[in-house]
Nanobody
Framework: QVQLIESGGGLVQAGGSLRLSCAAS????????MGWFRQASGKEREFVAG????????NYADSVKGRFTISRDNAKNTVYLQMNSLKPDDTAVYFC?????????????????WGQGTQVTVSS
């Protein structure tokens, strides 16, 4: 059984920064791609960023390119999402997820385990 636990969410002003963390249990963490998704109130869950098993390559949604950075520490079974220059449109519940394979994709159906989510609220 795999468990993913996100932390680091909160309330921040526009232009500010937050770093989300996702701690994973289980021995397969280092062999699988990981992703971050978000879901705003009344909207569908959307892909934010993904990282392959080896701490690279990465891919990002166009809306966060240049502002967000995904990284991972396989020794700590943890994946991170550094979020800079935050905007009110970034307000959402953020979820980390484990991919079924080593290479990341944007399709949420290809992720088999999900965390419970952490709320990020950006005020204007």
């Amino acid at each position: 059984q795999v468990q993913l636990i996100e932390s680091g969410g909160g309330l921040v002003q526009a232009g500010g920064s937050l770093r989300l963390s996702c701690a994973a249990s289980g021995r397969t963490f280092s062999s699988r791609a990981m992703g971050w998704f978000r879901q705003a109130s009344g909207k569908e869950r959307e892909f934010v960023a993904g990282i392959a098993w080896s701490n690279g390559p990465t891919n990002y949604a166009d809306s966060v390119k240049g502002r967000f950075t995904i990284s991972r520490d396989n020794a700590k079974n943890t994946v991170y999402l550094q979020m800079n220059s935050l905007k009110p449109d970034d307000t959402a519940v953020y979820f980390c997820a484990r991919h079924r394979r080593a290479w990341t994709t944007t399709d949420l159906t290809e992720y088999d385990y999900w965390g419970q989510g952490t709320q990020v609220t950006v005020s204007s």
